[in-house]
């Protein structure tokens, strides 16, 4: 029988790693994913204090910088061959993720922001690397193992990327990625306020909103089923 996958997935943690101590699941888990914002407009020193405090629970870590992390911290997760962002990764042949870090344009220039174009050019440079994976033998989509797209910038026009405004504030591309492919789950955060779930055709969203006041995703992964336990 096939044991469980589980996954932990924090974000905005923004330099507050200590509520790692306080999952419980966390030590055990098979991956610990950090959907960016790593630091407070911090460099790739910042963000190894972050990594030091998550890796002594677990050393089963995928990251990616988000907008408030600066551009070196994409190159130093690069080097420690945990980086998510631009990419694909396949994780014990159980499951995929799709990474997209930084986050769409802000009014507030913060240090990692792209144009829709470019985060709609990194999300299809992650699925084109999905379906071409050395040792598989067939397109992902065609083996039934799930696709998980984390997204640090939600979709735009969901609960997700709503401001208390009532303003939506998320990703036009990675949308429209998420109405044409339907990976199984996208993993979101950026919008703090905005934490909860939403849904975009058969595709569940998630926002756990910031690590440091305590939110976080429990992932479970049975064969191809996916169950989501947001803690907050």
Known sequence: MVPLMRIISIGDIHMSAKNIYNIKEAETADLIILNGDITNYGSSGDAKSVLDT????????????????????????????????????????RVCLLGVGGSNQTPFGTPTEFSEQELHQFVENGYNQATTFI?????????????????????????VDTLRSGKHVGSKAIRRFIEDKQPDLCISGHIHEATGMDMIGSTPIYNPGMFRNGGWLEILINKSKITVTLHD
């Open 135 to 159: 040792g598989l033998a067939e397109p992902i989509e065609k083996i039934k193992i799930p696709l998980i797209l984390v997204s640090h910038v939600p979709p735009e026009g969901t609960a």
């Open 54 to 93: 998550i890796l002594s629970v677990n050393q089963n870590v995928l990251a990616q910088f988000a907008n408030l992390d600066k551009p070196e911290l994409n190159d130093y997760l690069e080097e420690l061959n945990i980086n998510l962002h631009n990419q694909a990764r396949l994780v014990n042949n």
